[in-house]
């Protein structure tokens, strides 16, 4: 139970902060930087409380049942790999939010920020332990959203916003190929457990299916982690907060795509597949960015494409597969977090006191920011591999692999060759970021007077540097404990001995670290001027620049194909795709149900009561004159639709269904009222369709005939077949037998919504609460300002009723004859009656949904009845925080089943002895009905005040239209 506790705590803090982060005042800066601080450092300290049981070899699990019944399980699995990464995640966590503490201006919304990077680190956090590999892919795309969202924070620039389309396009992409290899993982090897999953690397590399495995699940690694040909995206994720770059170069996102290939390569790798694929996009990588890097002027962008190359290094690795590989690839993962932190940390400090990025502005700021410029200068020696550095220890280990023999191949024969000359454009960019920055003469045109930053925001670079010399000096003692649990957590006991100290002589490896950085200098100082001009590259590169690529597919596939697609199947009017629509979902439902005899009816119909069938008789009626009213007048079809929807309301009630009845009615009610707002906003009706011209009128309504009788028909004897099976054969009789027994109520229908199928009702009031913002978002750009909702009573236009042009009369003119105080006294009259819905609803006709919409109805009323500005200056109530509420109110009832060893939305069900009443029934479905209450009145009522206040708007605008009007043929008249 600790275990699990512990894990649970890892991914689930940091969205829970989250939502605490929302929802905090834009003016607590302070307080959200604390929670997210404390957040991290809560991390940080149960990592420390379980490195002793990792660090004996432990492999920590904890499994949560989510749908049994499904094999859905939430599986987290902790072991020494994991804990390093998890290490980097909440310590350099802690040290980016000290830091955007000072960096983020005080004009930004601070909440948004802490929240979106509280939930990046839970998403990666969920990616680490996850010991479910479908799990692990939904923690996976969780990081694409969180990262698009983070990168888009300055949404209103547009370098933001095409940046974060731009990563969330590629890595969303890569995550569905993801997700293909996991499934067909999964199908191989009879399991989705990670564990199963590693331990069958023979039957994964012998199966027919291994080589598209291998292609999905390296598209998905390789466009996390910016490998070519998927490098493009991150140079343009630049346009994130200083913050966010830090974090994502550092131990987020784009270390998720090598914390893959290194977790996978035992039941991946070893193929000559493997080696070919993956070492030679690392190569390719590491070349490509290390060459880039030296043409960028911006800051940011030079250290992103830097971040590129060490990505194609790590990768390079991996891809070699041996042991040895594998522990170098480790190391370097924890070196290059540490140096690239405190580069990107540094590079927002420059950023932040002098105003600008661009090195070709920058010049001589060693003067004013001298513990700057010392911290910057340690960091990037560490990027170049300069000795007493922890980058150089990793690149010695990194140019050991590449010259030692592995298969004999051509690329295998390359690899020491490619390594130095990428070293060399390591070693030049690295000294051009230096030089460029701090030394030469002073800077003139700064937009700011350079000067060092707050003492705090400088301290997460002091540290993060200190760690570099300490790890680069002594690496045994600060390094040693930390890679051994990672490299014995992939390899087991294939790991080898390798020493990890500063000097192993005059070899190999270290006379390529000596060519790198000779001829580093070299190259940087025959080109130093070259590099600074408008070039963004190398003449070959820039013609093949993946960017430019990218955007002539996303013209193509985003606009001229599906324009083409449109203009061959998508006609402009709504009624023939809603009828093409129609006639698939017809036809797919007849060659599924054709032939289909236990549907037949068993008992036909027989001892029809006559009343009933008058019911019927008058619903048909009201059905088909609304559909015939349609054509001439919309409110008419309106009421006569009433009427249908009334008789089956009726029908309900007629056959015992009076949960059914009830929520019949008050929705009724409800969507009636909206169509009437919505009714006069209509289009005017054309005489002709565009593509009907050549079909005579009386044939299109003969055919929309045909099609409504057969689904309606089809409709009707579906469900009659199923209302007249024999007793017993209905999966309604198990409901009816078992609601009190297992879901403590008598009402069958509630029980089933809120016990029996409450993640369906979960997963309804979600998409509830979508279609309710979407309709506001959609909306909102027509709501008027406040001083003029209201409408003075003679400027409220009063239109034709029965005008052809479709308009109806607004629910305010309905209900002008019922006296507005009428309406407001029947406010507590709804609330009462939404109330007693409510609380009965377990055991009697009723329930959350019922009383949710009886209270929507009840606003609504003193919204139509009264001024609109009088109603909401004394009813107060913010939609959006009801369907908020109401979400966590029916997710935390459901995640309470946890705390007790049950599944998700598990429900208990017991008498509660209460003082002078006596045993009352208490079932915790309630809480989660009480949820699904206000989700349905936050989501109605958002939905009411968008559409109203539209139509108080366009109401407004036609009385405009109407006196300019009048003054205008007052003007002409007078001028006559």
Same mark, same amino acid.
């Given at each position: 139970?600790?275990?699990?506790?512990?894990?649970?705590?890892?991914?689930?803090?940091?969205?829970?902060?989250?939502?605490?982060?929302?929802?905090?005042?834009?003016?607590?800066?302070?307080?959200?930087?604390?929670?997210?601080?404390?957040?991290?450092?809560?991390?940080?300290?149960?990592?420390?409380?379980?490195?002793?049981?990792?660090?004996?070899?432990?492999?920590?699990?904890?499994?949560?049942?989510?749908?049994?019944?499904?094999?859905?399980?939430?599986?987290?699995?902790?072991?020494? $790999?994991?804990?390093?990464?998890?290490?980097?995640?909440?310590?350099?966590?802690?040290?980016?939010?000290?830091?955007?503490?000072?960096?983020?201006? =005080?004009?930004?919304?601070?909440?948004?920020?802490?929240?979106?990077?509280?939930?990046?680190?839970?998403?990666?956090?969920?990616?680490?332990?996850?010991? /479910?590999?479908?799990?692990?892919?939904?923690?996976?795309?969780?990081?694409?959203?969180?990262?698009?969202?983070?990168?888009?924070?300055?949404?209103?620039?547009?370098?933001?916003?095409?940046?974060?389309?731009?990563?969330?396009?590629?890595?969303?992409?890569?995550?569905?190929?993801?997700?293909?290899?996991?499934?067909?993982?999964?199908?191989?090897?009879?399991?989705?457990?990670?564990?199963?999953?590693?331990?069958?690397?023979?039957?994964?590399?012998?199966?027919?299916? !291994?080589?598209?495995? $291998?292609?999905?699940?390296?598209?998905?690694?390789?466009?996390?982690?910016?490998?070519?040909?998927?490098?493009?995206?991150?140079?343009?994720?630049?346009?994130?907060?200083?913050?966010?770059?830090?974090?994502?170069?550092?131990?987020?996102?784009?270390?998720?795509?090598?914390?893959?290939?290194?977790?996978?390569?035992?039941?991946?790798?070893?193929?000559?597949?493997?080696?070919?694929?993956?070492?030679?996009?690392?190569?390719?990588?590491?070349?490509?960015?290390?060459?880039?890097?030296?043409?960028?002027?911006?800051?940011?962008?030079?250290?992103? !494409?830097?971040?590129?190359?060490?990505?194609?290094?790590?990768?390079?690795?991996?891809?070699?597969?041996?042991?040895?590989? @594998?522990?170098?690839?480790?190391?370097?993962?924890? /070196?290059?977090?540490?140096?690239?932190?405190?580069?990107?940390?540094?590079?927002?400090?420059?950023?932040?006191?002098?105003?600008?990025?661009?090195?070709?502005?920058?010049?001589?700021?060693?003067?004013?920011?001298?513990?700057?410029?010392?911290?910057? @200068?340690?960091? +990037?020696?560490?990027?170049?591999?300069?000795?007493?550095?922890?980058?150089?220890?990793?690149?010695?280990?990194?140019?050991?692999?590449?010259?030692?023999?592995?298969?004999?191949? +051509?690329?295998? /024969?390359?690899?020491?060759?490619?390594?130095?000359?990428?070293?060399?454009?390591?070693?030049?960019?690295?000294?051009?970021?230096?030089?460029?920055?701090?030394?030469?003469?002073? #800077?003139?045109?700064?937009?700011?007077? *350079?000067?060092?930053?707050?003492?705090?925001?400088?301290?997460?670079?002091?540290?993060?540097?200190?760690?570099?010399?300490?790890?680069?000096?002594?690496?045994?003692?600060?390094?040693?404990?930390?890679?051994?649990?990672?490299?014995?957590?992939?390899?087991?006991? +294939?790991?080898? !001995?390798?020493? &990890?100290?500063?000097?192993?002589?005059?070899?190999?490896?270290?006379?390529?670290?000596?060519? *790198?950085?000779?001829?580093?200098?070299?190259?940087?100082?025959?080109?130093?001027?070259?590099?600074?001009?408008?070039?963004?590259?190398?003449?070959?590169?820039?013609?093949?620049?993946?960017?430019?690529?990218?955007?002539?597919?996303?013209?193509?596939?985003?606009?001229?194909?599906?324009?083409?697609?449109?203009?061959?199947?998508?006609?402009?009017?709504?009624? =023939?795709?809603?009828?093409?629509?129609?006639?698939?979902?017809?036809?797919?439902?007849?060659?599924?149900?054709?032939?289909?005899?236990?549907?037949?009816?068993?008992?036909?119909?027989?001892?029809?009561?006559?009343?009933? #069938?008058? &019911?019927?008789?008058?619903?048909?009626?009201?059905?088909?004159? +609304?559909?015939?009213?349609?054509?001439?007048?919309?409110?008419?079809?309106?009421?006569?639709?009433?009427?249908?929807?009334?008789?089956?309301?009726?029908?309900?009630?007629?056959?015992?269904?009076?949960?059914?009845?009830?929520?019949?009615?008050?929705?009724?009610?409800?969507?009636?009222?909206?169509? $009437?707002?919505?009714?006069?906003?209509?289009?005017?009706?054309?005489?002709?369709?565009?593509?009907?011209?050549?079909?005579?009128?009386? $044939?299109?309504?003969?055919?929309?005939?045909?099609?409504?009788?057969?689904?309606?028909?089809?409709? #009707?004897?579906?469900?009659?077949?199923?209302?007249?099976?024999?007793?017993?054969?209905?999966?309604?009789?198990?409901?009816?037998?078992?609601?009190?027994?297992?879901?403590?109520?008598?009402?069958?229908?509630?029980?089933?919504?809120?016990?029996?199928?409450?993640?369906?009702?979960?997963?309804?009031?979600?998409?509830?609460?979508?279609?309710?913002?979407?309709?506001?978002?959609?909306?909102?750009?027509?709501?008027?300002?406040?001083?003029?909702?209201?409408?003075?009573?003679?400027?409220?236009?009063?239109?034709?009723?029965?005008?052809?042009?479709?308009?109806?009369?607004? =629910?305010?003119?309905? &209900?002008?004859?019922?006296?507005?105080?009428?309406?407001?006294?029947?406010?507590?009259?709804?609330?009462?009656?939404? *109330?007693?819905?409510?609380?009965?609803?377990?055991?009697?006709?009723?329930?959350?949904?019922?009383?949710?919409?009886?209270?929507?109805?009840?606003?609504?009323?003193?919204?139509? *009845?009264?001024?609109?500005?009088?109603?909401?200056?004394?009813?107060?109530?913010? =939609?959006?925080?009801?369907?908020?509420?109401?979400?966590?109110?029916?997710?935390?009832?459901?995640?309470?089943?946890?705390?007790?060893?049950?599944?998700?939305?598990?429900?208990?069900?017991?008498?509660?002895?209460?003082?002078?009443?006596?045993?009352?029934?208490?079932?915790?479905?309630?809480?989660?009905?009480?949820?699904?209450?206000?989700?349905?009145?936050?989501?109605?009522?958002?939905?009411? @005040?968008? @559409?109203?206040?539209?139509?108080?708007?366009?109401?407004?605008?036609?009385?405009?239209?109407?006196?300019?009007?009048?003054?205008?043929?007052?003007?002409?008249?007078?001028?006559?």
């Amino acid at each position: 139970m600790i275990e699990q506790n512990a894990l649970l705590l890892l991914t689930g803090l940091p969205f829970g902060a989250a939502v605490v982060a929302a929802t905090l005042p834009r003016e607590a800066r302070n307080a959200e930087a604390w929670l997210s601080g404390v957040v991290m450092a809560a991390g940080v300290l149960i990592l420390a409380l379980l490195f002793p049981r990792i660090e004996a070899g432990e492999v920590l699990r904890a499994q949560i049942d989510w749908l049994p019944g499904m094999g859905l399980k939430l599986a987290l699995r902790l072991d020494g $790999l994991a804990w390093m990464m998890l290490l980097l995640v909440f310590g350099i966590g802690l040290l980016v939010v000290i830091y955007a503490r000072y960096y983020m201006s =005080p004009t930004d919304p601070v909440p948004r920020f802490y929240a979106l990077l509280l939930a990046f680190s839970g998403a990666m956090a969920g990616i680490l332990i996850s010991g /479910n590999i479908i799990g692990l892919v939904v923690f996976w795309e969780l990081t694409s959203l969180t990262s698009f969202l983070l990168i888009g924070y300055w949404h209103r620039s547009h370098a933001a916003r095409d940046g974060a389309r731009m990563a969330l396009t590629v890595t969303a992409s890569g995550g569905f190929c993801l997700l293909a290899a996991m499934l067909l993982l999964g199908q191989i090897v009879g399991s989705y457990d990670l564990d199963t999953v590693l331990a069958s690397g023979d039957v994964i590399r012998a199966h027919p299916l !291994y080589l598209p495995v $291998l292609v999905l699940f390296l598209i998905g690694a390789f466009t996390k982690s910016a490998q070519f040909p998927f490098h493009f995206w991150l140079p343009n994720a630049m346009a994130a907060p200083t913050p966010v770059s830090a974090y994502l170069h550092s131990a987020t996102m784009v270390k998720a795509g090598v914390f893959l290939l290194v977790r996978f390569s035992p039941a991946l790798g070893q193929t000559p597949a493997w080696f070919w694929i993956v070492a030679g996009a690392g190569m390719t990588t590491l070349v490509i960015g290390a060459v880039i890097a030296l043409w960028r002027n911006d800051l940011k962008g030079l250290l992103a !494409y830097s971040t590129i190359s060490h990505l194609g290094l790590i990768t390079a690795l991996v891809g070699i597969g041996s042991e040895l590989a @594998i522990i170098a690839a480790i190391f370097h993962i924890l /070196n290059h977090a540490l140096f690239k932190a405190s580069l990107f940390m540094a590079a927002g400090i420059i950023d932040h006191e002098t105003g600008t990025r661009d090195m070709r502005r920058l010049s001589g700021l060693f003067g004013p920011m001298p513990r700057t410029g010392i911290l910057a @200068i340690v960091a +990037a020696a560490s990027m170049a591999g300069v000795p007493l550095a922890n980058g150089f220890l990793s690149k010695e280990m990194f140019f050991a692999e590449a010259a030692d023999w592995h298969n004999g191949s +051509a690329l295998d /024969n390359a690899l020491p060759y490619i390594a130095v000359f990428a070293s060399i454009f390591s070693v030049a960019y690295s000294l051009r970021f230096i030089m460029s920055v701090f030394f030469g003469p002073p #800077a003139t045109d700064l937009p700011k007077d *350079a000067h060092e930053p707050p003492s705090w925001m400088r301290r997460p670079v002091e540290l993060l540097v200190l760690l570099c010399l300490l790890v680069g000096i002594f690496p045994g003692l600060a390094a040693r404990w930390v890679l051994d649990v990672a490299a014995v957590s992939v390899l087991g006991d +294939a790991t080898p !001995y390798y020493s &990890l100290t500063l000097w192993h002589g005059f070899n190999t490896p270290l006379k390529m670290s000596l060519a *790198a950085l000779v001829l580093g200098i070299v190259v940087y100082l025959l080109g130093a001027r070259r590099y600074a001009g408008e070039s963004e590259g190398p003449p070959l590169l820039e013609r093949i620049r993946g960017q430019r690529i990218f955007d002539g597919i996303m013209l193509r596939m985003g606009w001229k194909w599906p324009r083409i697609l449109h203009g061959l199947m998508g006609p402009e009017a709504l009624q =023939p795709q809603l009828r093409l629509i129609v006639i698939l979902t017809l036809a797919g439902a007849a060659y599924v149900l054709w032939g289909a005899a236990r549907l037949v009816p068993e008992r036909p119909f027989q001892n029809i009561d006559p009343a009933f #069938a008058l &019911l019927w008789l008058v619903g048909a009626t009201c059905a088909l004159g +609304a559909a015939w009213q349609a054509k001439y007048h919309r409110f008419a079809a309106l009421v006569m639709l009433g009427g249908a929807g009334l008789a089956t309301c009726i029908t309900f009630a007629w056959f015992s269904a009076p949960d059914l009845a009830v929520t019949q009615l008050l929705v009724e009610i409800l969507t009636t009222v909206l169509l $009437l707002l919505g009714l006069r906003w209509l289009p005017k009706r054309r005489v002709e369709i565009a593509e009907d011209v050549l079909l005579p009128a009386r $044939l299109r309504r003969g055919r929309d005939i045909v099609i409504a009788t057969a689904c309606g028909g089809g409709v #009707a004897v579906l469900a009659f077949a199923i209302m007249s099976m024999p007793a017993g054969l209905s999966i309604g009789d198990w409901f009816r037998r078992n609601a009190y027994s297992e879901g403590g109520g008598t009402n069958a229908v509630n029980v089933i919504l809120v016990d029996f199928r409450a993640f369906d009702t979960f997963g309804e009031i979600t998409v509830l609460t979508i279609v309710a913002l979407t309709c506001f978002a959609l909306l909102r750009r027509f709501r008027p300002a406040p001083e003029s909702i209201a409408l003075p009573e003679q400027q409220r236009p009063v239109p034709a009723a029965g005008a052809e042009d479709g308009t109806a009369p607004t =629910p305010h003119d309905v &209900l002008m004859a019922i006296p507005s105080v009428i309406m407001q006294w029947m406010f507590p009259v709804s609330v009462m009656l939404a *109330a007693y819905l409510f609380l009965r609803g377990h055991d009697l006709p009723g329930g959350g949904f019922a009383a949710g919409v009886a209270l929507a109805i009840g606003l609504l009323l003193q919204y139509l *009845a009264a001024n609109v500005r009088w109603i909401e200056s004394r009813i107060v109530i913010r =939609p959006t925080t009801w369907m908020g509420v109401g979400l966590l109110i029916a997710a935390g009832t459901g995640v309470g089943a946890f705390l007790f060893g049950y599944p998700f939305l598990t429900a208990s069900a017991r008498y509660v002895d209460v003082p002078l009443v006596g045993a009352v029934p208490a079932a915790t479905a309630l809480l989660f009905d009480l949820g699904v209450f206000a989700t349905v009145v936050g989501a109605t009522v958002l939905i009411q @005040i968008a @559409i109203a206040h539209q139509s108080l708007r366009s109401a407004r605008l036609r009385a405009r239209e109407a006196e300019d009007e009048a003054a205008a043929a007052a003007a002409k008249a007078e001028a006559r």
